[in-house]
């Protein structure tokens, strides 16, 4: 979860998915490859700083603690550079359950439920295209680092969430690729599971849990229908 959040999942051999997901091959060493399923969010870390930029809050702590304490009554869909799954490019942020009692820790908490959301939204995509997915679901990035994000997170996709101790996980995976290629690790050693620092388990019920994306796929909808409208695209 750096500048966008990414979310792969390994299949068995190349898959042209459905839904707007992306085939991708996530490693390739040695003529072996392996496949895997893509969605992600173009505007994860980018919408952080933003809020940031506009003086809702002055450092990492204190969004943290206005995250924890903003509640749930607003989102904030993460579409500030619009959307790749669904398709959506013309697409502006949106802010939803707004009120005269909305405070900037309602906005705050806001991106980290919206944020959550649509990546649950694309997890049940992967979902429907694959039989099962293999928790933890790794958790990276700077954003990564918000607890109350990675608690939601657990929460709408109904999986443990785990954060590495090292959540450079890019660099990571270039040191790795550079120590296999001088025959420093082998390839199963490339496969191996980071270092655990944090587990976020589900603390949401399921049936609870089911409604909340449904409501949300169902909110898509609409705002998608509407992409080309000038208000929603920031047009007019």
């Known amino acids: ?52 930029e506009v003086g809702l809050f002055r450092d990492y702590d204190e969004m943290e603690h206005l995250a924890e304490i903003g509640g749930n009554n607003s989102i ?16 502006k942020g949106i802010i939803t ?21 649509h990546l649950a939204f694309i997890l049940e995509l992967i979902r429907s295209q694959l039989r099962e997915l293999k928790a933890p679901l790794l958790s990276a990035g700077g954003y990564s680092r918000s607890n109350a994000f ?26 790795k690729l550079l120590a296999y290629s001088d025959g420093k690790l082998g390839f199963e050693e ?5 270092e655990i620092d944090k587990r976020f388990k589900p603390r949401m019920g399921e049936e609870e849990r089911r409604k909340l994306i449904q409501e949300y796929s169902e909110l898509l909808k609409v705002i998608l ?7 929603l695209s920031g047009s007019f």
């Open 76 to 91: 904030l869909i993460p579409s500030l550079g619009g959307l790749r799954v669904p398709r959506a490019q013309q697409l």
């Open 150 to 175: 990675l608690q939601r997170l657990a929460d709408l996709t109904g999986m443990e969430v785990a954060r590495p101790i090292d959540t450079e996980a890019s660099s990571l995976g270039v040191a």
């Open 190 to 194: 490339l496969k191996s599971t980071p």
């Open 1 to 52: 979860h750096g500048t966008g959040s990414f979310i792969e999942a390994v299949t068995s051999s190349f898959m042209m998915p459905k839904e707007d997901l992306i085939p991708i091959i996530i490693l390739s060493v040695d003529g072996r490859r392996i496949y895997g399923l893509e969605g992600f969010i173009r505007s994860t870390g980018s919408t952080v700083d933003w809020l940031k």
């Open 225 to 231: 229908g509407c992409e080309e409208n000038i208000f």
């Open 97 to 117: 359950g707004l009120s005269l009692s909305t405070s900037r820790a309602g906005i705050v908490s806001g991106i980290a439920w919206g944020i959550s959301l």
